[in-house]
């Protein structure tokens, strides 16, 4: 590899960054680069040149500051030009990015004028010098506005290029020549750069221009009153709301003034409001019209709205209102749905068929994760529509807006019904009286002096007694006690008496300062002084418990689990909690617990037994209709008795109702009509229909072939805590619905009169089939049945599951007949006399009649339905009410205060609190509280998180984002700070003060806070320039430096003992967010349980540890939302003991005074650095981290040092340096073992932490027989068997033999045996004395010696010695008589001999010849030829074979007749038939017509037979053409059209990586046993090659280089392909599949068959779009090669392939009987496309061939 390249990931700039600053020191270590360093430097390679000049030895920046002379300077400028001529700032784009940043800063192109004239007055440069330098120059300057536009104009001065060419006489003076060519080109350059700076000044004026027409339009509107009543607006969006263009009148909220009446505040409220949640959905819509018209690529997210394409309904829930729909999307398999914000419950969603020019809206009422990965299902409401059945159908785009408005629903729903007199708290809320006040329940009790209350809770040791607490004027509170008496502060002791006295209490606290501390202290005195605000007399209504409102769910229950402590007459109503304990004080638990307490009147328990009953019924009303659309065919009395076909002005459907009942007996007529019997008939309707156009049911979907952007498939992913949380706040579990739903008794349920509705006898019979064999089954009566009829059972089972599958089948296809016209056929009279085909399009009209009737009698009951509810809903409000009263405390989210606000108004609470209250938008605020509020506590820190909009110009420009809280405060309401802070460690407190708070006091407690260890600082900033991601259409921004850094810093203090729990990261954008959830589980799974959240989530929130990311840097220095006070402030302050900050802070205070006062505040303490500086624990030895890289340095969370701590063991510890486990408890230690094993002192060979176990080293040992052997050291020689050969005397023969020394000599001798047989040869076996010692059963089996006696010619004998010699087989060559000459055994006699030698021989009678054998006369009866040559007497030539007899009366020659055939052509007949007359044998003279026929056969080709052999064109022969059909295995069959396709003959395709298969492509293959081959650096298979591989594709790209130096195309693990993005652009461009192929980052697969690249996304869509119903390998979609190659990302699709193919060869090709299932396999594996009848067929037993009749056959 070059130096200075990059071997991996060149978007991970810094990591190149630190190897070329490794490789920059090494290479100029210790040299000071003055000009002829620089001049070395210049040769390098361009990426060398970019890592040194960016470096800290070069220090280019002070070499610029501290001005170069003109040397210098073009050598500088030369190695700018060759960066930027390179390919280096594309390989090394953070360090260019530097670069940039220190020519902005510098003033290099200022002091460039000067040089030069020095330079040329002083003669210093050549004139080829010159010219080059000029040269550079207008490389370097047209690069640099290229790349960096509006850096380029702020560095280089505006009049820089017109000094240089007016230095063009000074030069000439001086002698110099400069092309004028050079000038033209630097006055281009001049014009080029005017033009950028006009173009960027005129953006900038456009913008602000926009600004100040938009503030003009929104002054304009404020002074305006309002068109039209808010009160009558829909709060659902109209069409004319999401179709508007210009500007919506809107004004902008009053907050430094009050408002002038109650109307004109709530009109801004509402206003303001409904438009932040109608924005992003016509914003998002009225683009994708505007992508549409453009013809441009659609995304699938447009903004903040995304798009689901093939959206289909398929079921409605009658009870919950709600439909499911599902969504026809691959994509939405590969997302997170447990980690996806997508389609929550209540997101905003608007289904459109016509782009948006017509559409309906809706909400998410559930979402199923898992019911969204498998089928894309989810249940939605729609919103005001009423006929939603004729909106139903079809396929719709989704559009998906990412607010939630459920909320946004019921606060402006409450703001509709708030009027001038039901106000609460009006002049207050109108801002005109803001000044402190008593409650009014205080201002009665001051009257009477009984404004006493007991602060008892108080007494601590250190504080005042309790008894003297009991008694206090809470009015003198200031007067009669000091803040030490309470154990408070002077701050919170302020804010606690506001809270117990100003009816509007406002406590401000900075972070930490204890806010939730202060609103629990006083919500305990109000409680325990309840009877005075509460009081029963005559001047004050009992009114109901404390209202305490939060923002979030999180906030809420923590607040509640506070107020636990103190009393337990909670009550939480809303979403759910996450805490078991608040759980147990939810409103449904209070229901279960209180429910019998509560008296229900007589009219409330009617409405709810009233309303069950219709539960029941709509229930049962929308079974049936399931059934009949679905599962049932209708029966005949159902139609009859309900008169459901009587429901319109004709008569026709009743009338041939009528006709249908009249001509057939019994019941089940229906059934018989429609052929629900005959499997063969509904195959046959299945097919008629099949081959029109076919309405897909609602549940098949076809994936959209929309072209959608390569960036659509990045899903954000998102804490699966912080999406629970979400959800949780969406979800309102009341439980009301349970108890209805339990409250219907289930056999109410069932419907009455089933079998109206069943299939066919056929089904029921198949269930009394299975019915009796379980009974036999269960009672062991297996006896009582036969065999064959327990088989002819099980067929029929079988037959009766086929018959209602294709009945289901035919059901789900009924809504394309109800299409047809079928009025013509209900006037035939005879309604048997109709096809199968046309009775099931009358039943199709019947069905849909029932259903339409049906589905108005459903809508009417729902209609009673909803009107019931409603009132049971009002009882058991009242019933809730009268629970929720008993209670001290109703604690409540914002969402539920507007969700449940009728309850909330039942309860009327006098006190309401509100924690979180500056988060909280002012509209629900104002929901929160009811005409009976008497008191308003507001909590909160309005210098923190103001409240979040979904639209943020209704935040910037109209104060949508200015809470209450605010407002108050703006208009002077009076407020209790808290300054003391009681959570971070001064340093980290100093951030924020004076920057942010002016004075913020520290509690003692955090002065005590300990070191974080393994930290030289407990609070530091590291800064650095590595640039964000920029994405041009992203809405957030990521900087991977940032990201490493954060996670590598996480698992580092993990090493140093801190918990997951106590370290959390925080960052500022989302997108940094997704960034660090792939990251950490792609290469940080430790830090599972590390929290990783935005600032704007952990708001009220701490802990121990933060570690913050701010992710902003960039060249102009841009910094967002960074610049936002509140945000700055939040993110500071979350941290207790440690916090450790990652960014770009020279952009930071260059845009912000904040982070100009923070940036002193860290410098004064030297916590701000370019690395973050550890100390080992063990060593102290500090070591920098600057990049993510550096952590390999302390990798166990120590340093590079060696740990060197003595083990038990007695080695020591040679690991490197760790924190973990300093004890090495833990630790095994990897030295070799040095213990002894035995008494020999034989050392153990293992490593130190296994068990030594036995001595196994081989050593001599003496045996007790006197032998020595070699044995395992722990072996007993006494137990050791004795291999030693010895000499041993064998007790049956006497001989002396060899045997091992412990084993017997018994039956071993192996000596010859040495007796002299009869013949005279030895015996051929070995001793054996004891088995047949007199060889009277030994035979002799070696050869005869003897010559053969009964031979003439002394031959020897061939035989074995024991046999008979016999006749003498000898061969030798004798001359027959013939003459011919033969070899023949010697015994044979020659004169019997026939010569067997073959020659050709005339045959007399018919003079053809015959090859025969020698002693052969052949006969004409022996004759072989095929045509006789005798002419017969009719004189034609006999037809016959020359063997057989001849006459003309078998003449079947044909002749032509005078007579003309029906078929119009001339009659033939045969000449043995010539006297018969052509009226009497016609019939049989057509079948002899000898024209061709010329017919066009089904599969495509001509008939070439004879009219009469195809029955003058109705039947025809089977066709003798080429089949051409593609075979499972992907060959072509060469046989004949008409025939089967026998087993195919051609190679086999299988083969991987190791071999491949040899057989015959008809045989089963051998699997390959050999290792998985498909293994790369991230997966690895550990199964045999033939396997299923285990492991999935690698996604990751592909780091190889190509021939050409660029990066390979392809993935990691693939094969690489040769084509280069680069290189041959064009080439990959050329073949569009999805549209991904011009990507930037787009990658391509390489096929081995056909060599041909496919991208990878979409060669993944065309292997998955294979039919599951076939079976044969996917082939190129370029070449229509088939694929068979084990391409390691498609290998487990091809195996799959091969193993249906297996399974069809075994199915097919080895049976010995072909059923009917086998030939429908067959069909279908052949892609054929032609229908077969049963009836058409004739099956073969034993041949496995098929013959079809009538001219079907397999196309």
């Not at 019994?666 to 097919?687: A, K, P, T």
Request: hydrophobic share 35%; aromatic share 8%; with cysteine.
């Amino acid at each position: 590899m070059k130096r200075g390249t990059l071997s991996k990931d060149s978007s991970s700039t810094y990591r190149g960054r630190g190897r070329g600053m490794r490789s920059a020191r090494n290479h100029y270590q210790g040299r000071r680069f003055e000009l002829e360093g620089l001049k070395t430097l210049k040769d390098e390679d361009p990426s060398i040149i970019l890592q040194s000049l960016t470096s800290k030895m070069i220090n280019l920046e002070k070499i610029l500051q501290e001005g170069a002379d003109i040397d210098c300077f073009g050598l500088i400028l030369k190695m700018f030009v060759r960066i930027s001529e390179s390919k280096a700032p594309d390989l090394l784009p953070n360090l260019f990015f530097h670069l940039l940043m220190i020519v902005k800063r510098s003033s290099i192109f200022k002091s460039f004028t000067g040089t030069l004239t020095q330079a040329a007055v002083a003669k210093k440069l050549e004139n080829a010098s010159l010219l080059e330098l000029h040269q550079d120059l207008v490389n370097f300057s047209n690069f640099f506005l290229n790349k960096a536009p509006s850096s380029a104009c702020e560095s280089i001065p505006e009049c820089f290029f017109e000094t240089v060419i007016q230095l063009k006489m000074i030069l000439q003076i001086n002698g110099y020549n400069i092309p004028s060519t050079i000038y033209d080109d630097i006055r281009q350059l001049n014009v080029r750069f005017k033009d950028a700076r006009i173009r960027l000044i005129g953006l900038n004026e456009v913008e602000g221009k926009n600004k100040l027409r938009r503030l003009a339009k929104i002054g304009e509107l404020s002074s305006m009153q309002p068109p039209d009543d808010f009160r009558e607006y829909s709060v659902i969006p109209t069409t004319e709301d999401l179709m508007a263009t210009d500007l919506q009148f809107i004004r902008p909220a009053i907050v430094d003034a009050p408002y002038k009446s109650v109307d004109d505040y709530l009109d801004i409220q509402f206003r303001l409001l409904r438009e932040d949640f109608i924005f992003p959905l016509r914003a998002g819509i009225q683009k994708y019209i505007d992508l549409k018209s453009q013809k441009k690529v659609l995304r699938s997210k447009i903004d903040d709205m995304r798009l689901y394409f093939g959206v289909k309904f398929i079921d409605y829930n009658v009870l919950q209102g709600t439909h499911t729909i599902c969504i026809a999307n691959d994509r939405l398999k590969k997302i997170a749905w447990e980690n996806s914000k997508r389609l929550l419950p209540g997101s905003l969603l608007c289904l459109s068929k016509d782009d948006f020019k017509t559409f309906l809206l809706a909400t998410v009422a559930k979402r199923d994760p898992e019911l969204l990965t498998k089928e894309g299902a989810i249940d939605i409401r729609l919103e005001n529509v009423t006929n939603f059945k004729s909106h139903m159908t079809g396929s719709f785009i989704l559009a998906e807006s990412s607010v939630y408005f459920e909320v946004y629903r019921n606060v402006l729903r409450v703001l509709q019904q708030i009027r001038d007199d039901n106000l609460p708290m009006k002049e207050l809320v109108l801002g005109k009286e803001v000044e402190e006040e008593l409650p009014l329940y205080l201002h009665s009790l001051k009257e009477m002096s009984y404004t006493y209350y007991d602060l008892s809770m108080f007494s601590t040791r250190d504080s005042m007694s309790a008894e003297l607490l009991k008694d206090v004027d809470i009015l003198k509170l200031d007067q009669v006690l000091i803040p030490e008496n309470l154990g408070l502060d002077l701050s919170q002791f302020q804010a606690l008496k506001a809270a117990l006295t100003q009816k509007l209490a406002i406590i401000h606290g900075p972070p930490g300062t204890g806010k939730t501390f202060i609103g629990l202290k006083a919500l305990e005195v109000l409680l325990v002084n309840k009877e005075v605000w509460e009081s029963k007399n005559i001047f004050v209504n009992t009114t109901g418990p404390i209202l305490i409102v939060c923002y979030t769910n999180h906030a809420l229950d923590q607040f509640v689990e506070g107020a636990l402590k103190f009393t337990g007459r909670i009550v939480r109503i809303g979403g759910r909690s996450k805490s078991e304990v608040v759980n147990r004080c939810s409103l449904f638990e209070l229901r279960k617990k209180h429910r019998g307490d509560v008296f229900r009147s007589n009219n409330h328990s009617a409405k709810r037994y009233e309303l069950r009953d219709i539960t029941r019924r709509l229930i049962e009303k929308d079974a049936v209709i399931h059934l009949i659309q679905r599962k049932v065919v209708i029966h005949e009395q159902f139609l009859w008795r309900n008169e459901f076909l009587a429901n319109d002005n004709s008569s026709l459907d009743e009338d041939f109702l009528q006709n249908l009942l009249s001509r057939s007996k019994g019941s089940g007529i229906i059934s018989s009509w429609l052929g629900l019997h005959s499997f063969n008939l509904l195959f046959s309707v299945l097919n008629a229909i099949a081959t029109k156009p076919v309405f897909l049911p609602a549940s098949d979907f076809k994936p959209s072939k929309l072209k959608l952007s390569q960036r659509d498939e990045e899903e954000e992913e998102y804490d699966k805590e912080e999406v629970e949380e979400l959800e949780r706040s969406r979800v309102f579990e009341d439980g009301k619905q349970a108890d209805l739903n339990h409250s219907v008794d289930p056999q109410y349920l069932k419907i009455d009169n089933m079998e109206e509705f069943s299939y066919s006898d056929v089904v029921w019979s198949q269930e009394r089939n299975r019915m009796d064999i379980e009974y036999w089954k269960d009672y062991g009566n297996q006896n009582e049945i036969s065999i064959w009829q327990k088989e002819s059972l099980t067929r029929n089972i079988q037959s009766a599951e086929k018959t209602e599958e294709l009945i289901l089948k035919l059901l789900a296809l009924l809504p394309s007949l109800q299409k047809e016209n079928t009025e013509l056929l209900m006037n035939f009279k005879n309604p048997w006399s109709l096809n199968m085909y046309q009775r099931w399009l009358v039943y199709a009209r019947w069905q849909q009649k029932v259903v339409r009737r049906l589905a108005d009698e459903r809508e009417a009951l729902e209609e009673e339905y909803r009107t019931l509810k409603d009132e049971v809903d009002d009882f058991a409000t009242e019933e809730d009410a009268s629970y929720c009263k008993m209670m001290d405390i109703v604690a409540a989210t914002t969402s539920g205060c507007a969700k449940y606000d009728k309850l909330i108004r039942h309860l009327s609470p006098k006190i309401v609190m509100m924690e979180e209250a500056a988060e909280i938008l002012e509209a629900h605020t104002l929901v929160s509280m009811t005409s009976a509020c008497e008191q308003l506590i507001l909590i909160g820190d309005h210098q923190q998180l103001r409240p979040t909009t979904a639209v943020y110009h209704l935040a910037k420009d109209y104060n949508l984002d200015v809470s209450f809280f605010e407002r108050m405060i703006r208009l002077g309401a009076p407020k209790s700070s808290l300054t003391v802070q009681h959570r971070m460690r001064p340093d980290i407190a100093r951030l924020i003060v004076p920057s942010i708070y002016p004075s913020l006091e520290n509690h003692p407690s955090v002065l005590d806070y300990p070191n974080i260890k393994g930290m030289k600082h407990n609070v530091f900033f590291l800064t650095h320039s590595v640039p964000e991601t920029e994405e041009t259409e992203a809405q957030s921004h990521l900087n991977p430096y940032e990201a490493e850094i954060a996670l590598g810093l996480s698992r580092y203090l993990i090493q140093q003992g801190y918990l997951p729990n106590q370290i959390t990261i925080l960052t500022t954008y989302s997108g940094q967010l997704h960034f660090l959830m792939q990251l950490r589980k792609r290469s940080f799974e430790s830090l599972a349980k590390v929290r990783i959240t935005v600032v704007d989530n952990f708001q009220g929130e701490e802990n121990d540890i933060i570690v913050l990311s701010l992710v902003r840097s960039n060249v102009d220095s841009k910094i967002g939302f960074l610049a936002i006070e509140n945000r700055i402030c939040v993110a500071l302050s979350r941290a207790k003991h440690g916090l450790y900050i990652i960014g770009n802070m020279d952009s930071l205070d260059t845009k912000s005074k904040i982070w100009q006062s923070i940036r002193t505040s860290l410098n004064d303490k030297n916590q701000i650095g370019n690395g973050f500086e550890l100390i080992c624990q063990v060593h102290g030895t500090i070591t920098t981290i600057e990049k993510g890289d550096d952590f390999i340095k302390v990798i166990e969370g120590g340093c590079m040092e060696k740990c060197n701590t003595p083990l038990s063991c007695g080695h020591i510890c040679t690991g490197v340096c760790h924190v973990i486990d300093r004890e090495h408890e833990k630790k095994q230690c990897t030295m070799k073992c040095e213990r002894f094993l035995c008494s020999h002192n034989h050392k153990c060979d293992k490593i130190c932490f296994e068990e030594c176990g036995k001595c196994f080293v081989k050593v001599e040992k003496s045996l007790p027989c006197g032998h020595s052997a070699t044995m395992k050291c722990h072996v007993d020689p006494n137990l050791y068997i004795c291999k030693e050969i010895v000499d041993k005397i064998i007790p049956d023969c006497g001989h002396v033999g060899k045997v091992r020394c412990s084993a017997k000599p018994e039956g071993c001798c192996e000596r010859p045996c040495d007796f002299r047989l009869d013949c005279g040869h030895s015996c051929p076996k070995t001793c054996h004395p004891s088995e047949d010692p007199d060889h009277v059963k030994v035979v002799c089996m070696k050869p005869c010696e003897r010559k053969n006696n009964h031979c003439k010619r002394n031959h020897p004998c061939r035989r074995v010695c024991s046999e008979e010699c016999g006749s003498c087989t000898e061969t030798i060559l004798f001359e027959l008589s013939c003459g011919h000459k033969t070899k023949i055994p010697c015994g044979k006699n020659i004169d019997a001999y026939k010569c067997p030698v073959k020659v050709k021989k005339t045959i007399e009678e018919c003079k053809h010849t015959l090859e025969v054998s020698c002693h052969i006369t052949p006969g004409k009866d022996e004759c072989k030829a095929k045509k006789c040559t005798t002419i017969l007497e009719c004189g034609h030539n006999c037809k016959k074979d020359c063997k057989s007899p001849c006459s003309a009366s078998d003449c079947n020659e044909l002749i032509s007749l005078s007579d003309i055939l029906p078929c119009g052509h001339n009659a033939y007949t045969y000449c043995k038939n010539r006297n018969d007359s052509v009226d009497e044998s016609l019939e049989h003279l057509l079948t002899l017509c000898q024209e061709p026929c010329l017919g066009l056969l089904s599969c495509g080709h001509t008939c070439f037979g004879k009219c009469g052999q195809c029955f003058q064109g109705r039947l025809h022969l089977q066709c003798n053409e080429k089949c051409g059909r593609q075979l499972v295995c992907g060959h072509i069959c060469e046989e004949s059209c008409s025939a089967t396709c026998p087993p195919c003959k051609g190679s086999c395709l299988v083969r991987c990586p190791h071999s491949r298969c040899k057989n015959k492509c008809s045989h089963i293959c051998a699997p390959c046993l050999e290792p998985c081959a498909w293994n790369c650096i991230h997966k690895k298979c550990n199964l045999k090659c033939g396997d299923m591989c285990e492991r999935g594709p690698c996604d990751e790209p592909c780091q190889e280089s190509l021939s050409c130096n660029h990066l390979c195309i392809g993935l990691c693990g693939e094969i690489c392909p040769k084509q280069c993005r680069i290189c041959n652009k064009a080439e990959i461009e050329e073949f569009v599949l999805l549209g991904n192929e011009t990507d930037a980052d787009a990658r391509f697969v390489c096929l081995p068959d056909c060599g041909h690249v496919i991208e990878v996304e979409a060669m993944d869509y065309w292997m998955k779009s294979v039919s599951k119903d076939l079976v044969g390998l996917q082939r190129c979609p370029r070449c229509n090669t088939p694929i068979s190659s084990f391409i390691g990302r498609y290998g487990n699709v091809i195996r799959q392939t091969f193993r249906d193919t297996e399974e069809v060869k075994t199915q097919f090709y080895t049976a010995k009987d072909v059923s009917a299932e086998l030939v429908e396999t067959h069909m279908r594996v052949c892609r054929c496309e032609a229908m077969v009848d049963e009836d058409d067929l004739i099956m073969r037993s034993g041949t496995g061939k098929i013959i079809f009749l009538l001219g079907k056959g397999l196309k």
